[in-house]
């Protein structure tokens, strides 16, 4: 299938908008099919590992201020990051480029099934979840997108009869124009708005995940999110409802357990292995998108053995009965909500990172009332401590270096504590990612 796709580029022009490493078997690709490829990108590449293979490939690469100039390539793919509507992006469109994605392409040809996840928080966790009850089930699952593998790259191995799980970004919903056959919402709150114009921008491209679903379609919703909740009256197919709050949802969760709308217990509360409320939530969508497919059996036979995704409260060590969490994917103050009320006993915090323009006041309240200290660091330390402050919260310092931050919170714990590491922001400020900031993170812990 990709060969004869490529194939129809062959001495015609490819360009790629945003290069990183997942853009490389792609590429390859189309450079193999006698494809032209040109690579732009606002940054210098030149000291990227794959900088000189490619070029010596015959690879054009556009950087700097001027990468959207005079694009005249047949076929244009974005990376997620890169906004749809930039100026030269919309010139190129005029001209007759097809501007596309690798996600955009893959849905287009993707031959099984597809279940795809979005939301602010939790999607990592319950895509992942899906997968694993598939595979357990005995299905064969590819596990992609914002998460896993390059899925367009894989095309050719994936059969009818497989599964194709996927996590979509916001950045990757504005380029989609079809919709999975199972799409799941875990819920919206403000993120990215350094990215998107504003929140209704956000909200939008989170309501692109079904926007384009047809009546055999499924769309899972948590009711006790007030964005997810009001997407249900613009659903093309059946809605499928969660809740941690009320009994009224197709599949609902309290102390006890996960309960079906018939009030069946799936999941007594005590063998599922990871911790939170938040995790009621992902069990509970993770359920639902794929309950005729997975017995409840399975269901279980899943949470008694799922031990977390790295970076998502991810428990690191123990230090003299102090225990240290990496959950370095909690780039936003809801994640970080959740991720305190996840614990019992007492919290040193670690926060702070790269500004996404997101309002800290929600972390207010609840770090005065849940966090015994709190440490922060990065490009957002300031504006957290004025949430603080306005709020009365004085068990705090600020601190220049990531190294410096975690052997601070460190010393502040005693016996019982648990150093938990919970930025509320992005990581772009000292890191290149998420992943990045959590494994220096648990380099410093295994040091100390």
């Not at 031959?111 to 795809?116: Q, R």
């Not at 064969?140 to 059969?159: R, Y």
């Not at 990172?353 to 300031?382: H, S």
């Amino acid at each position: 299938m990709l060969k004869e796709y490529a194939s129809e580029y062959c001495k015609k022009s490819v360009g790629f908008v945003g290069m990183g490493v997942s853009n490389l078997p792609v590429i390859k690709l189309f450079i193999a099919a006698g494809a032209k490829c040109t690579v732009r990108d606002k940054n210098d590449l030149s000291s990227r590992d794959f900088y000189n293979g490619l070029k010596n490939a015959g690879v054009e690469f556009i950087m700097g201020e001027g990468y959207l100039d005079n694009i005249k390539e047949s076929l244009l793919f974005l990376s997620p990051a890169v906004r749809p509507d930039l100026e030269g992006i919309n010139v190129a469109r005029l001209n007759g480029t097809r501007v596309t994605s690798e996600m955009e392409e893959f849905f287009r040809l993707c031959p099984c099934k597809k279940i795809a996840v979005t939301g602010s928080d939790g999607k990592t966790t319950t895509t992942t979840l899906i997968a694993k009850l598939l595979e357990a089930e005995g299905c064969k699952v590819w596990l992609g997108g914002n998460i896993g593998i390059n899925l367009f790259a894989t095309l050719d191995e994936i059969q009818t009869e497989d599964f194709a799980v996927i996590e979509l970004s916001s950045f990757q919903l504005m380029k989609l124009s079809e919709s999975p056959n199972v799409a799941v919402v875990t819920n919206v709150a403000p993120n990215h708005l350094d990215w998107h114009t504003d929140m209704n921008e956000y909200v939008e491209a989170k309501k692109r995940i079904f926007a384009f679903q047809d009546k055999d379609s499924k769309l899972v919703l948590n009711l006790d999110d007030e964005y997810a909740e009001s997407f249900a009256k613009a659903a093309k197919g059946s809605v499928a409802s969660i809740s941690g709050n009320t009994e009224n949802g197709d599949i609902y969760f309290n102390e006890k357990g996960i309960f079906s709308k018939e009030n069946e217990l799936l999941v007594a509360d005590d063998e599922i292995r990871i911790v939170g409320r938040h995790n009621r939530y992902n069990y509970a969508a993770a359920y639902s998108a794929v309950r005729d497919i997975v017995s409840v059996e399975t269901l279980r036979k899943v949470a008694k053995e799922f031990g977390g995704v790295e970076h998502r409260i991810e428990f690191v060590r123990e230090i003299n009965g102090v225990k240290f969490y990496n959950s370095s994917i909690d780039s936003s103050p809801s994640r970080t909500t959740a991720c305190i009320n996840a614990f019992i006993t007492p919290v040193i915090a670690i926060c702070g990172g790269y500004d996404k323009n997101i309002p800290y006041e929600p972390l207010g309240e609840l770090f005065r009332e849940k966090v015994k200290y709190t440490v922060l660091c990065g490009a957002t330390a300031k504006k957290i401590a004025e949430v603080f402050e306005k709020v009365g919260y004085s068990e705090y310092t600020v601190l220049d270096s990531f190294d410096s931050a975690v052997r601070f919170a460190a010393s502040k714990a005693v016996c019982g504590d648990n150093v938990v590491l919970t930025p509320a922001s992005a990581s772009f400020d000292m890191f290149k990612n998420f992943a990045e900031r959590g494994n220096v993170f648990k380099t410093i812990v295994n040091s100390l």
